[in-house]
């Protein structure tokens, strides 16, 4: 029995639709570039002012930064650059995101300290004593239950 089979990948629309459909996938992709780039471009005018929110809420967390852009200079100069580099085209999101993490090592920064925090001199641990009775019928339990493996009939099948 000789079995013939074709793969046809047509699917059975005429030039102008798939072009037509090509230019509109085109024309939204264009738009969604040049809204992005608009984000891009917006939130470029407004990084001052999430460093200043950074410098305000925890200056450390700059510093810090910059001096990571430092030790990796330090590191590999070449790598340090790219570094430098990627910091540069990504700014406006470098900065949100220092100005975030200022944000939250203020916010939870202080949850922190107040959790670690405490009279540890005066302080214990409560604690329960443990029946040793009810160790030992764990123990019979276990013992129980290694007996039922024993008497197993449905071993000896398999021999």
Same mark, same amino acid.
Request: no cysteine.
């Given at each position: 029995?000789? &079995?013939? *089979?074709?793969?046809?990948? /047509?699917?059975? *629309? ?20 040049? @809204? ?25 967390? @700059?510093? /810090? ?10 590191? &590999? ?18 900065? %949100?995101?220092?100005?975030?993490? %200022? ?7 202080? @949850?922190?300290?107040?959790?670690? *925090?405490? /009279? ?10 443990? /029946? ?10 276990? %013992? ?6 024993? %008497? ?6 398999? @021999?």
């Amino acid at each position: 029995m000789n &079995n013939h *089979r074709s793969y046809s990948f /047509d699917t059975g *629309r005429s030039f102008t639709e798939k072009l037509i459909g090509g230019l509109i996938f085109f024309i939204f992709l264009l738009v969604l570039f040049y @809204v992005g780039f608009q984000i891009y471009k917006f939130l470029f005018y407004i990084t001052p002012l999430f460093i200043l929110i950074a410098l305000i809420l925890k200056p450390s967390v @700059v510093w /810090d930064h910059i001096k990571g852009i430092g030790r990796s200079f330090k590191i &590999n100069p070449l790598g340090g650059l790219f570094y430098l580099a990627m910091q540069l085209i990504g700014l406006p999101f470098v900065t %949100a995101g220092l100005a975030f993490k %200022a944000w939250a090592y203020r916010k939870f920064g202080q @949850v922190s300290e107040k959790i670690y *925090r405490g /009279d540890e001199e005066q302080s214990y641990t409560p604690y329960e004593e443990v /029946d040793l009775e009810n160790i030992t019928i764990k123990k019979e339990r276990v %013992a129980k239950k290694e007996s039922l493996k024993e %008497a197993n009939q449905y071993d000896d099948l398999f @021999v």
